[in-house]
């Protein structure tokens, strides 16, 4: 089927999308020549390939094939947070200039969210405590040992790997992607808590920050970093900002031309939108935009 999205202006395909890959070698989310974004996107047993491609300032061109498509459109439109309202963020990032700067340089980009919270926690736990270009190394390894690719017109899509192959993969096979031995243990865990109904995903994101937070620090290897992670990028909750970040206060001081600046100033002051700091503060670096000031 084919259908036009509509988006919440300003909307910047490209840069949602930027933030949603983290690096160019991921290939589970996929851009094409043209701009033009693919994906695979498993679920239940089904295959759905996603084409997606911005048409207009306010609507997305998006064609998806497979047996249930129209049942994706709300899943893509959560994925590419098309209607986030972002007002609140526009106007607190007056208070300061060089944040005002970089968000008018990136401005369009919107929070995306993977399609499934089983990505946020796989994505939680392989982060945790690397860079991210050395992280997105191990998942990219880990997308093409425990997934099969699906052909496609010029290049393979992966879908991401279900909890069913982590669960029945063994530490060995976890460990030979890079993944040490704690978190391939973390990994296997929370597959087979999830396929018990021991984890209800659904369940913690029907609770506040704070408790949902507690909940996600409960499984095996979510420490408050990885639940913040979790809660930004797996349930869309742009109230929280990952914890004890030294990067982030770096990269601020280096934006701001300021040593003194304080991140949990700046974090105070964005107050229920902060985590939309995280997605500007990646793709200023990615894009390179931090490094011209």
């Known amino acids: ?89 526009n106007r607190r990032v007056r208070a300061f200039p060089w944040l005002a700067h970089l968000a008018k340089r990136l401005r369009g980009l919107n929070p995306p969210r993977y399609p499934e919270l089983w990505e946020a926690l796989c994505h939680g736990i392989v982060f945790q405590q690397l860079s991210i270009t050395a992280a997105a190394s191990i998942m990219q390894r880990f997308v093409q040992r425990f997934s099969k690719p699906i052909g496609h017109v010029a290049f393979p899509l992966y879908p991401f790997p279900r909890p069913e192959a982590i669960a029945a993969a063994s530490s060995t096979s976890l460990r030979s992607i890079g993944l040490s031995k704690m978190k391939a243990t973390y990994l296997g865990d929370a597959a087979r808590e999830i396929l018990a109904g021991r984890i209800d995903l659904g369940a913690i994101g029907a609770l506040s920050g704070d408790e949902a937070s507690v ?23 742009l109230d929280v900002f990952p914890p004890a970040d030294s990067g982030a206060a770096r990269t601020i001081r280096r934006l701001a031309s300021d040593p003194d600046v304080n991140l949990a100033t700046v974090l105070a002051q964005l107050g229920d939108v902060r985590g939309m700091l995280y997605f500007h503060l990646l793709l200023g670096t990615v894009h390179g935009v931090i490094f011209e000031r």
Do not use: C
């Open 215 to 237: 909940a996600l620090q409960k499984i095996r290897g979510i420490g408050k970093w990885s639940a913040a992670n979790i809660l930004l990028r797996g349930f869309g909750r």
């Open 1 to 89: 089927m084919r259908t036009l999205l509509p988006v919440r202006p300003p909307y910047r395909l490209d840069l949602t999308v930027d933030a949603l890959r983290r690096v160019r070698n991921n290939v589970v989310d996929v851009v094409a020549p043209g701009g033009r974004y693919v994906r695979a996107l498993s679920h239940a047993g089904e295959i759905h390939i996603v084409e997606v491609v911005q048409v207009s300032g306010d609507a997305l061109d998006v064609t998806i094939t497979g047996p249930a498509a129209e049942s994706q459109i709300p899943v893509i439109a959560r994925m590419l947070g098309t209607q986030i309202d972002l007002r609140d963020w």
